[in-house]
């Protein structure tokens, strides 16, 4: 048996669709780290929601 020295991993991601997507190429290769944790974060920018489109800051 060959004893393997794996990288020790954190994932960190906010939930949104790019870090999604991320996550889950991540985790078909996870066997070769030695997952730690993965910590869902707030997005600084998306946390008060979508705007609409009528929104008077959707035209900026």
């Known amino acids: 048996m060959v004893n ?3 990288i020790r991993t954190i994932i960190t991601q ?11 190429h991540f985790l078909l290769y996870s066997n070769e ?3 730690q944790g993965i910590i869902q974060t707030s997005s600084r920018f ?3 929601g979508v ?3 009528d929104s ?4 900026f």
């Open 51 to 53: 705007l609409s489109e």
């Open 33 to 35: 780290v030695e997952l």
């Open 14 to 24: 906010d939930g949104e669709v790019d870090d999604q997507n991320s996550l889950r």
């Open 56 to 59: 008077e800051e959707s035209r």
């Open 4 to 6: 393997k020295h794996y």
């Open 46 to 48: 998306h946390w008060q």
